[in-house]
């Protein structure tokens, strides 16, 4: 039987009805509900609007702090008090002036304000190509050892370490847990104290593939190539292209080459590519391997002076009875121009002012042919096969008066030399017409840069004849495409506009080929306004055996002046 109910208490769910005193206070204090508390939607967007006021205000103080002190502890650059006026004044001047408050106010309070923390990484350290010795090793490696001989020199020898590593294999100690690790540092026992730790290398660490040559990024990769691999003058080469002639201050590391093939033909790209190759021609109609006398004459006859030299030849430098071991043969230091030649990207030809005759003629012609296109089968256009590309062709010539075609009565003759190997249908131009190139420079020097291998255009009467080529290559890359559009395959608005796109580069290519054909008119023109005539060929071509006694005098000439 269930308990009587106690008329006293109040039953759930009914409300207390205690009108007493204390039953009156108790009603007081308790707080009310929600559902008694009813605002009006004025006063609850009000009271939106004020907390975004503060959080606005909250975030403004912030941001003024970290301006008067940034985070790694540097200190951002205010303007100074003449900023503020003239007409040029800085606005918003309280709010500069409240971040210099700021900051003095934070420095009182920091006695050791943070140090400027900088997150650049350290510049990278490459070792000099050109000392052999063995560098020592940077950044902090140096440290380490300067601590290790000051503590030699205040405590003595410091006790042995040695890196032991274990011999067994990762796999199995992946499968052992109870196996040594892979490498340990210990302390041996040379010493009585053995109170240090061993002190283990973790895993991962050792784990790690360690750093290569050709993980490092190829555009870093390239400039270190271009460092070892770049002379400042160009590089002067002779027989087609194929023999080099070498001289110290070139200053190439060619040691980089024989690193591997991967190296290889990477830096053969900068080797070729990024070198300007200067071809003088003085190569003589027969074969010689003297590259002395190649620097002095072409003729035959200086070829068989020489073997007349070598066969009376002095001995009274030899000591009898005492054999000699025969010195070995320097290696001639060659191109392999047919596997190469499509790195080439900066070639000169030069021709001094006594190298005019058709020999010379038909030199330059060859060389430049060496880099030519070869043309389609089809019979149209040029072999898009070919991979053959020269950014800057440049053709170096001195000409000089040609008083002998004046004495000839030559109609054909020019009035200067070298104005025949630009006229249209000459083999110089035709051999220019057939390289894929860039930009084409004619260098017409005068005696005051002929003599250089580098030639300076400014402070002298040279002249410099620039064409660019550019929308010639793009109508022989075209010419295959343009033959398909022309077979009937016509839209209507977007073939429009290519062909109409593809007229204005045509024209502009023939516009440039009609320059190059006037080649020769420009070149005549140049030396009748710059005074050529006032040298003359008498007693100057090559195949003359006094042209060297007039270059003497001439020298002598230049000398008095």
């Known amino acids: 039987m269930a308990p009587p109910k106690n008329p006293r208490k109040p039953q759930r769910g009914k409300e207390d009805n205690d009108t007493s005193r204390k039953g009156r206070e108790k009603k007081e204090q308790q ?9 009006s939607k004025g006063e609850r967007q009000r009271e939106r609007e004020l907390e975004r006021e503060v959080a606005q205000k909250q975030r403004e103080e912030r941001i003024i702090l970290e301006r008067a002190r940034l985070h790694n502890g540097l200190e951002l650059e205010l303007p100074e008090e003449q900023d503020f006026a003239h007409y040029s004044a800085v606005p918003q001047r309280s709010y500069y002036l409240k971040i210099r408050q700021l900051r003095q106010e934070l420095n009182n309070k920091n006695d050791d304000p943070p140090q400027p923390q900088s997150h650049m990484a350290p510049a990278p350290w490459v070792p000099s190509p050109y000392d052999d010795i063995s560098p020592r090793r940077p950044y902090s490696a140096g440290d380490d050892y300067e601590q290790e001989d000051e503590q030699v020199e205040s405590q003595g020898r410091p006790r042995k370490r040695a890196c032991a590593r274990s011999k067994v294999p990762a796999k199995r100690q992946r499968c052992n847990k109870k196996a040594a690790p892979l490498s340990q540092e210990f302390i041996l026992t040379e010493d009585k104290e053995s109170d240090e730790e061993e002190v283990h290398i973790p895993e991962h660490i050792i784990r790690k593939t360690p750093p290569t040559f050709m993980g490092i990024p190829r555009e870093i990769r390239m400039q270190i190539y271009r460092s070892l691999l770049t002379a400042a003058e160009p590089i002067q080469v002779f027989g087609g292209w194929k023999q080099l002639y070498w001289k110290e201050d070139l200053r190439l590391s060619t040691g980089i080459l024989r690193v591997c093939k991967s190296v290889y033909e990477e830096a053969c790209t900068v080797l070729y590519g990024a070198n300007t190759f200067l071809y003088l021609l003085r190569d003589p109609s027969s074969e010689t391997d003297d590259i002395d006398d190649l620097a002095t004459d072409d003729s035959p006859q200086a070829e068989e002076e020489d073997l007349n030299d070598d066969d009376g030849g002095d001995l009274d430098y030899e000591e009898d009875g005492i054999s000699k071991r025969p010195a070995r043969p320097a290696k001639e230091r060659t191109i392999n121009i047919a596997k190469y030649a499509h790195l080439f990207r900066k070639i000169n030809i030069k021709a001094e002012a006594n190298r005019y005759s058709g020999v010379t003629l038909e030199g330059m012609a060859a060389a430049i042919n060496v880099f030519a296109r070869k043309a389609a089968q089809d019979g149209t256009g040029w ?3 070919s991979r053959l590309f020269i950014h800057t062709l440049t053709v170096s010539v001195s000409p000089t008066s040609n008083q002998r075609g004046k004495k000839s009565q030559e109609a054909a003759a020019a009035d200067f030399t070298f104005v025949n190997f630009f006229v249209p249908g000459s083999p110089v131009l035709s051999a220019i017409k057939a390289v894929d190139c860039q930009l084409l420079r004619i260098d017409i020097l005068t005696s005051e840069t002929r003599r250089g291998k580098t030639c300076s255009m400014s402070g002298s009467r040279s002249c410099r004849l ?11 890359a075209d010419d295959r495409k343009q033959m398909v ?3 009937g395959h016509d839209d209507d608005g977007v073939n ?3 062909l109409f796109a593809r007229g204005r ?3 502009l290519a023939r516009l440039s080929e009609k320059r190059i054909d006037e080649l020769a008119k420009h070149v005549a023109l140049f030396c009748e306004q710059r005074g050529f005539g006032q040298r003359t060929t008498e007693d100057m071509d090559v195949d003359s055996p006094y042209w060297n006694d007039s270059e003497d005098d001439y020298e002598e000439e230049e000398d008095e002046f």
Do not use: G, L, W
């Not at 620039?466 to 022989?476: K, V």
């Open 505 to 507: 580069v045509m024209k």
């Open 466 to 476: 620039e064409f660019n080529r550019t929308y010639e290559r793009i109508c022989a």
């Open 383 to 385: 072999d898009t096969q």
């Open 31 to 39: 707080p009310k509900s929600h559902k008694s508390i009813k605002k």
């Open 485 to 487: 559009v022309d077979s």
């Open 496 to 498: 429009n506009k290519r």
